[in-house]
């Protein structure tokens, strides 16, 4: 294991030229399809191996496991993890805060260009980490890719970005004096990724952390250790130190709390539910003995997100953005469509459109490339049906409304859609996760908006209209983090679109964006006087 920033590779590769999103991989093409479904080959003989707990330079084993489950075919084993408990935080934490008394010496150069080399390995293997999102979480074949494009998006990113912040000036000079503005280290930070990009926002997470001098304990979600696993070994074969990035799949209860409260845990950067967020925001706001800083939080959580469709909308437009935004990856987003509010004037034949749309929706195996495949995990369909239910209670069943039996032995439900929907009702409200669209009738533009903004979320929506006097209304009264215009509500691209939500969808921390990394890092300013410095004064 490397000690030392050393690889093979070349060890300084700064980028210089301007960020550009990395193409996403065109699977029409025949020679792409080919390689991927040679990678899924190759993943497939390499699931169910078991793999080390990675705590500075110690590979640990733990008595109880973690086995992580292919959801289109349960009795499938993608991997074997230990499971970190409480026993093993102080030595994680206690490994990331050595490791940090020599990482944060390091020039920003090197750790961007760490980050740079990480992002050539993982375009390299663009595929194999493809194959391993549709086997482990139900991917098909794009949304794996996007997962990918988007990590390297990350890795370029914010290796651009740590730049920038390095040569930050403050915006006035004092005669007489020097004045400088430094973005400098936190220090140890707990790293809690969700398991629905399983690779872009752990990554994405961990390397604004590394970029900017500090060090992570990363707890990745139980349903997906085996994605971070691979990110962690291209971390490694990148040059990253021992310590710098600590890998311990564990429990939330147990493991992730300790973790938060630690009194060496600088900062938390985590994605997921309201529930476990608002937790960690609690457990972090609590001084420890020993703790010397008020922890930061660097909270995304859930989202229940609307797509409003206006009565001049272009509807076949507004009826192709709805279904990708409600269905794309099972809904399994923070970013989907969950709620469609359509105007009365066109309201019928919308939902006669969307219902021949979504028809057309195959549910199966990702690993051929389905439209839709599984859900994440037993847990989550049984979650999912119960609100299909009850949603059959609030509203007309327009389409789906079970489990998509046909499709195999895994956790698929069929696309549904339920219509005449009260905008409080609880499928109207509550984050279900799952492919389930509730639609919602307006009366008109202003009574579309009101219902768009009266959930406790605010984190993505949408607006189709042909109007620009209604656009600039939504661009202020549409109360989300990220707002689209004529085109669907997911899909957040690094550097175009940065992400994050306003009130219980998190602290609106926008990953991919200019503000970032400000979140990693503590500005200190220095002044030195230029001239006598033996003049006696004591100020």
């Not at 210089?16 to 020679?31: A, G, I, Q, R, Y």
């Not at 005669?175 to 930070?189: A, Q």
């Not at 409260?261 to 609690?282: C, M, W, Y």
């Not at 999912?384 to 059959?392: D, F, Q, R, S, T």
Request: glycine share 8%; with cysteine; hydrophobic share 40%.
């Amino acid at each position: 294991m490397a000690t030392v920033l050393e690889t093979s590779r070349p060890t300084l590769r700064v980028p210089t030229t301007p960020f550009k999103n990395e193409p996403l991989t065109d699977f029409s093409n025949v020679e792409n399809a080919r390689h991927m479904r040679a990678a899924l080959s190759k993943v497939r003989a390499e699931l169910g191996r078991e793999y080390d707990m990675v705590i500075g330079n110690r590979l640990i084993k733990t008595k109880e496991k973690i086995k992580s489950l292919n959801p289109a075919r349960p009795s499938e084993i993608v991997g074997v993890f230990q499971n970190a408990d409480r026993e093993h935080v102080e030595p994680a934490v206690r490994a990331a805060a050595e490791a940090f008394e020599s990482w944060k010496r390091t020039t920003v150069e090197q750790r961007a260009s760490l980050l740079h080399v990480t992002a050539s390995i993982l375009r390299e293997r663009k595929f194999e980490f493809s194959a391993w999102m549709v086997y482990e979480v139900g991917k098909n074949w794009a949304e794996a890719d996007a997962d990918l494009a988007e990590t390297i998006d990350f890795a370029e990113f914010y290796a651009r970005e740590a730049l920038r912040l390095a040569r930050a000036e403050t915006p006035a000079q004092l005669p007489g004096e020097r004045d400088t503005l430094m973005y400098s280290t936190l220090g140890v930070c707990a790293v809690i990724p969700p398991w629905n990009f399983p690779c872009a926002i752990m990554a994405g997470m961990t390397m604004a952390a590394i970029v900017c001098g500090n060090t992570v304990v990363v707890k990745p979600s139980h349903d997906s250790p085996t994605i971070a696993m691979k990110f962690f070994e291209a971390l490694q074969e990148a040059g990253l130190p021992d310590g710098v990035v600590n890998f311990c799949p564990g429990s939330g209860p147990s493991f992730g709390s300790g973790l938060v409260e630690h009194p060496l845990t600088r900062f938390i950067a985590f994605t997921g539910s309201k529930e476990v967020g608002l937790d960690i925001n609690q457990r972090a706001a609590v001084p420890r003995p020993g703790q010397k800083w008020i922890k930061r939080t660097i909270l995304e959580m859930g989202g229940k997100d609307s797509i409003i469709v206006d009565a001049d909308a272009n509807l076949d437009a507004a009826v192709e953005g709805v279904a990708q935004s409600a269905f794309g990856f099972q809904g399994q987003k923070c970013s989907a469509c969950s709620r469609a509010i359509v105007d009365e004037k066109i309201y019928d034949v919308f939902l006669e459109r969307l219902k021949e749309r979504v028809s057309k929706i195959k549910v199966g195996e990702p690993a051929e490339n389905n439209p839709m495949g599984p859900v994440i995990s037993e847990k989550a369909m049984k979650t999912i049906l119960n609100y299909i239910e009850a949603g059959k209670k609030e509203g007309r069943l327009i389409h789906g409304g079970g489990p998509a039996k046909e499709a195999g032995e895994g956790y698929f439900i069929q696309p549904t859609v339920i219509a005449d929907v009260a905008p409080t009702a609880r499928i109207a409200q509550e984050e279900i996760f799952g492919p389930v669209l509730a639609v919602i009738k307006s009366r008109n533009f202003d009574h579309a908006l009101e219902i768009a903004n009266n959930t406790e979320f605010g984190l993505t929506g949408a607006v189709y209209s042909t109007s620009r006097e209604k656009l600039e209304r939504a661009r202020t009264d549409f109360h989300a983090g990220n707002l689209y215009f004529n085109r669907k509500c997911t899909g957040a691209m690094v550097g175009a679109h940065p992400f994050g939500g306003f009130n219980m969808s998190g602290t609106d921390s926008k990953a991919g964006g200019p503000d970032y990394l400000l979140l990693f890092t503590q500005a200190k300013s220095v002044a030195e006087k230029i001239g006598d410095v033996a003049s006696g004064s004591k100020k």
